[in-house]
């Protein structure tokens, strides 16, 4: 939890961060000393951008939802998914924040709590479901099946409105919730029950989402930028207390006071027998690079353990090098796209089950079903994927050896381009293109069977990507 707890004040930074738990006291210094020094520290956040970074790449490309045109329920809830008037895109957008910078999330998919006896009166109430989220830190115990969570435990924090005075002056209070199959049940600081509540459901409709096992991004690169937190804050200190020279004079050796002041500057005074100019004198600069250095390498170590890489001396690498070099980030960025993927399914799931219906994600659905839905998140991220991808296929389109490349062609430019297309428009367009290409005289060529499929010809083309890098790299 401490980990989790350093994590989340690493990326939202200011006075979350700068406080007396994240700057060490150091062995020489004084109460007084720490307490300036604290006043005076500021935060180089390099664990916000490490997880925005992540986050811009996975949503430059927009999530392609299709659904049934008239559904309300689907439209309504993307509209508004938590009662507060966000849009589920920012909702998930948010989550992947949090389950990025806490390693895990739970999303709840309640619906407003009325006194019902049957399905078919819940049904008839009209209940939309919403969302909201429990915080990875506020979860005490769980378990799981098969068919998702057999019970959870967690803490959650309401408002009190008992009537009393709030002495804590926090307006709220901290109960113990118990959620199982069927039942929902939580408790006060005094083991009071708060409620206890049968429900007429047969699951616990809370999605766990998890990023690496449970495992922040930014687990190591936040402790990483607190030290850096601290050496900044150590050099700080050694510029503000030894920045200015001092100079020194000859003077009266029978003087009682050796420090003298010379119009707005302070001075050391020395024997004039010692025959020596009046200078000045400087402190000694080592310990200064030194910090200097270590928080340069700091900074280098964070952008390599978060595989992102601003160092300017990689100007000279070829294109496709830094391409090959974004592969690890392209990896890491499918695995949250298709964790997001499935937790998105499993949150429709939970709204067919307060529906009483079945759900289905099928591609090739024609939405007879309200709450058919297809999700699909991107799987390539290079900022320059979709170009590349539109030119090969725009290129495709000249050749003239098989009808059926070029209609491949032709559909993989019109899904580029317009993802969300609903699945009527999709067809006809579809059909027009098949019409088109059999009415045109393109010659046999080298025959259909030649290239079979467009996504075979990607596949050869980041082969010989990969191969040209490491020679490069070589």
């Not at 959620?179 to 616990?204: A, C, M, P, Q």
């Not at 998890?210 to 850096?228: C, H, M, P, T, V």
């Not at 290079?382 to 059926?404: H, P, Q």
Request: with cysteine; hydrophobic share 35%; net charge negative.
């Amino acid at each position: 939890m401490a980990t989790i707890a350093l994590c989340r004040q690493a990326y939202e930074g200011g006075e979350e961060f700068i406080n007396r738990a994240n700057l060490f006291s150091h062995c020489r210094e004084k109460a007084e000393e720490y307490t300036d020094r604290l006043a005076r520290a500021y935060y180089l956040n390099y664990s916000a951008p490490s997880v925005d970074t992540y986050s811009f790449f996975l949503f430059k490309t927009p999530v392609t939802r299709k659904y049934k045109e008239d559904s309300e329920k689907i439209s309504s809830f993307l509209e508004d998914c938590d009662r507060k008037g966000t849009d589920f895109d920012k909702f998930i957008k948010d989550t992947v924040t949090s389950v990025l910078v806490a390693g895990s999330e739970f999303v709840v998919v309640d619906v407003p709590q009325v006194e019902t006896l049957t399905v078919q009166q819940e049904k008839e109430a009209n209940k939309k479901p919403y969302l909201y989220t429990i915080k990875t830190e506020n979860v005490l115990d769980f378990e799981e099946d098969d068919k998702g969570l057999v019970w959870i435990k967690y803490l959650e924090e309401r408002e009190d409105k008992g009537g009393k005075w709030d002495y804590e002056g926090t307006g709220k209070k901290v109960v113990y919730v118990i959620w199982s199959r069927g039942h929902y049940i939580s408790y006060d600081k005094e083991g009071t029950v708060v409620d206890d509540i049968k429900l007429n459901i047969d699951f616990v409709p809370i999605v766990p989402i998890r990023f690496q096992e449970g495992k922040s991004l930014i687990r190591d690169i936040a402790r990483i930028n607190r030290s850096l937190f601290n050496w900044c804050s150590l050099l700080d200190e050694l510029l503000y207390r030894q920045t200015f020279s001092w100079l020194i004079v000859p003077s009266d050796p029978n003087e009682p006071l050796k420090e003298k002041k010379i119009g707005t500057s302070w001075c050391f005074t020395f024997n004039p027998e010692s025959k020596h100019l009046p200078t000045f004198i400087s402190p000694d600069a080592s310990n200064a690079s030194t910090l200097e250095n270590r928080c340069n390498n700091a900074i280098q170590e964070i952008y390599r353990i978060s595989n992102i890489n601003f160092n300017t001396k990689d100007v000279g690498k070829s294109g496709i090098a830094k391409a090959y070099d974004f592969m690890n980030i392209n990896k890491t960025l499918a695995a949250i796209a298709y964790t997001f993927q499935e937790a998105e399914r499993s949150i429709f799931q939970i709204i067919g089950k307060y529906y009483g219906t079945e759900v289905s994600f099928d591609s090739d659905n024609k939405f007879e079903n309200e709450l058919d839905i297809f999700i699909q998140y991107p799987t390539e991220f290079a900022i320059t994927a979709v170009a590349d991808r539109l030119s090969r296929l725009y290129e495709g389109l000249t050749t003239e050896f098989s009808k059926r490349f070029k209609k491949l062609c032709a559909s993989g430019i019109v899904e580029a381009n317009f993802p969300m297309l609903n699945e009527e428009t999709k067809k006809e367009i579809d059909d027009e293109i098949e019409t088109y290409y059999e009415s045109e005289d393109s010659g046999a060529g080298l025959g259909e069977e030649t290239v079979d499929n467009l996504d075979q010809l990607e596949q050869i083309i980041l082969a010989d990507a990969e191969n040209a890098a490491m020679q490069d790299e070589k």
